[in-house]
Structures are given as structure tokens and as C-alpha cells.
């Protein structure tokens, strides 16, 4: 998008207005204002490092250029896989959808391992983990993609798969988190 089509949609923006006759850019324009102050300073750094986005489907990494620090586990992602705020903080789609389907403390264990350095290839530190032993390599990352354990509930599966998917931006991610239900509920009969 250029500048010409963002101030395009602004300008459409500009002559809304809210049920009580405020126009929604009084409502807009302070939130982008914080925003266009803050960013460069937080973001700029991020950028220097040229990195790439560290979220990741399954297996499949995102590789778009990281524009921002997740304040929660550090890692680098792009402007598609934050939620923003006005301070130009972000939390990856990885952290908040580990905070929305939290639902015991386990849960908090499995966050600290995410929020470890990304590394290159497998998980070595999930992988190793004594709490996938005996539990064959597909059924493994079946759980990771979901983000949970084999000693969770069927409820709490079942809860991640939903908060997952409902987070899920296209169809390879979505049949990901399907194949990986799936299998897990299989193994479970
Ligand atoms: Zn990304
Ligand atoms: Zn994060």
C-alpha cells in the first residue's frame, strides 16, 4: 500500500462517525499519532537486525522481515503475526493465543520454553522432553502444533485446537491444525 491509497482510506476514515456523532477519527487519530512517535524508536533497532519473522505453522516459518520485539517471549516478528498497541509494543499471535487457551499451570511451563532463543532447525529442548517420551515423532508434533501435552486433557486439546484455529490465517494452517487434531484424538481412543 502507498502513501497515496493509506491517506486515501484516511480521508474515508475521516467521514464516519460513531452512533453518538463523534467522527471515528477523533477516535483514530491519537491512537496513530502514539503509534507514529513511538514506532521508530522501538522498531528501527528490530529492523537493523534483519531478521526474520520467527512465527511459525507446524513446521513452516513465516520469513517476512521482523518489524517488532514480542514483549513477552523476545522473539523478532513481522507487522502480520503482532497485535500492536498504540506504543508500538507487540505480542506475537504465538504468545496470545498461548494466553488464551492457558487454563492450567502447565500451560506457563510450556510459554518459558517457547520463550527461549529460536533455533535453527528442530526443538531439541521440546523434543528431548521427558514429557513426549515413548510418544511416536508425528503424534509429538502434533501436540506442538497444538501447543499442548500429552497429559492434557481431552478438553484442554480440544479448547487449543479452537483458540488455534481461530487465529489460523489460511488454509494450510487451518488443514495443519485439523491433520494434527485428528491424530491426536485417534491416539486417545
Ligand atoms: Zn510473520
Ligand atoms: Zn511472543
Known amino acids: 500500500?502507498?502513501?497515496?491509497?493509506?491517506?486515501?482510506?484516511?480521508?474515508?476514515?475521516?467521514?464516519?462517525?460513531?452512533?453518538?456523532?463523534?467522527?471515528?477519527?477523533e477516535l483514530i487519530a491519537p491512537w496513530v499519532r502514539s503509534l507514529t512517535l513511538s514506532a521508530p524508536a522501538r522498531w528501527l533497532p528490530v529492523l537493523a537486525e534483519h531478521a526474520a519473522c520467527a512465527h511459525k505453522a507446524g513446521t513452516r516459518r513465516c520469513g517476512a522481515r521482523a518489524v517488532v520485539a514480542c514483549v513477552a517471549c523476545g522473539r523478532r516478528i513481522?507487522?502480520?503475526?503482532?497485535?500492536?498497541?498504540?506504543?508500538?509494543?507487540?505480542v506475537c499471535h504465538d504468545c496470545v493465543t498461548d494466553v488464551a487457551s492457558r487454563k492450567s499451570p502447565r500451560q506457563v511451563e510450556?510459554?518459558?520454553l517457547r520463550a527461549e532463543p529460536v533455533r535453527p532447525k528442530a526443538e531439541p529442548a521440546r523434543r528431548?522432553?521427558?514429557?513426549?517420551e515413548g510418544i511416536e515423532p508425528a503424534l509429538q508434533s502434533a501436540y506442538e502444533t497444538l501447543g499442548c501435552m500429552p497429559s492434557d486433557t481431552d478438553d484442554e486439546v480440544e479448547h487449543a485446537y479452537n483458540v488455534r484455529m481461530k487465529f489460523a490465517t489460511n488454509k494450510a494452517d487451518k488443514a495443519l491444525l485439523v491433520k494434527s487434531f485428528e491424530r491426536i484424538a485417534k491416539s486417545r481412543v
Open 1 to 25: 500500500m502507498d502513501l497515496g491509497q493509506i491517506l486515501q482510506q484516511a480521508a474515508h476514515a475521516a467521514q464516519a462517525f460513531t452512533p453518538n456523532s463523534t467522527p471515528v477519527v
Open 110 to 112: 510450556r510459554k518459558e
Open 78 to 90: 513481522c507487522l502480520s503475526h503482532a497485535l500492536v498497541g498504540a506504543d508500538a509494543n507487540g
Open 128 to 132: 528431548g522432553s521427558a514429557a513426549f
